[in-house]
């Protein structure tokens, strides 16, 4: 069975950092594309980061490009999201998900997610 547990959200206050992780079981780590996503209130899923199999390719999207960092550990089978500079418009559940294009929302499986909060 796949599983996809997040960890690492709170509340955090304008221009402060947070490291989010998500361990994998269930599956070869190695052989899938990792990404995260996120949705806020009241939107559609959005694209935040994606990274290729081996972990060496990462891709980010406008909106967090420069402030966050994506990193795949396949020896730990652990997907990072280290969000730096964060701002009120980052507040939002925040999924792990396999598969799929490294740069694109969809994907085959995703984690129950983990809550991020920026608010002074």
């Known amino acids: 069975e796949v599983q996809l547990v997040e960890s690492g959200g709170g509340l955090v206050q304008p221009g402060g950092s947070l490291t989010l992780s998500c361990v994998a079981s269930?599956?070869?780590?190695?052989?899938?594309?990792m990404k995260w996503v996120r949705q806020a209130p009241g939107k559609e899923l959005e694209w935040v980061a994606g990274?290729?199999?081996?972990?060496?390719?990462?891709y980010y999207s406008d909106s967090v490009k420069g402030r966050f960092t994506i990193s795949k550990d396949n020896a730990k089978k652990t997907l990072y999201l280290q969000l730096n500079s964060l701002q009120t418009e980052d507040t939002a559940m925040y999924y792990c998900?396999?598969?799929?294009?490294?740069?694109?929302?969809?994907?085959?499986?995703r984690g129950p997610g983990t809550q991020v909060t920026v608010s002074s």
């Open positions: 998900a396999r598969g799929g294009d490294p740069k694109l929302v969809p994907h085959d499986s």
């Open positions: 269930g599956f070869s780590f190695t052989s899938y594309v």
């Open positions: 990274t290729s199999r081996a972990g060496g390719m990462r």
